[in-house]
């Protein structure tokens, strides 16, 4: 019904700065919410960053101050800006997508939609 792809991943340079991108195209509903989630190896996923249709964004403890989320509704997209990347930010970012929510949701099985993943590698 929704499908999510993401792109912009890559090896980097703690420090560095990287964009992921995530296009959703199907039966898409701007009163949604578009989030980026990481899993680590041998860790769980977890939420990193949202952002509502109407622009309202929440970020983990881990990232806020560092990391932006945005969305465009008409382009069906939405962008994860990571800034000042550490190593331990190394993981498989995924873009999530929840139906008909305005409020913010932070677990996994919140959402209704996902990207495959795109690798981030933040080396020291």
């Known amino acids: 019904q929704v499908r999510l792809v993401e792109s912009g991943g890559g090896l980097v340079q703690a420090g560095a700065s990287l964009r992921l991108s995530c296009v959703a195209s199907?039966?898409?509903?701007?009163?949604?919410?578009m989030a980026w989630f990481r899993q680590a190896p041998g860790k769980e996923r977890e939420f990193v960053a949202g952002i509502t249709g109407s622009g309202n964004t929440d970020y983990a403890d881990s990232v806020t101050d560092r990391f932006s989320v945005s969305r465009d509704n008409n382009k069906n997209t939405a962008w994860l800006e990571m800034h000042s990347l550490k190593t331990e930010d190394t993981a498989v970012y995924y873009c999530?997508?929840?139906?008909?929510?305005?409020?913010?949701?932070?677990?996994?099985?919140?959402?209704?939609?996902w990207g495959q993943g795109t690798q981030v590698t933040v080396s020291s």
């Open positions: 199907g039966q898409t509903v701007t009163r949604s919410i």
């Open positions: 999530a997508f929840a139906n008909f929510r305005g409020r913010m949701v932070y677990s996994v099985r919140m959402y209704d939609y």
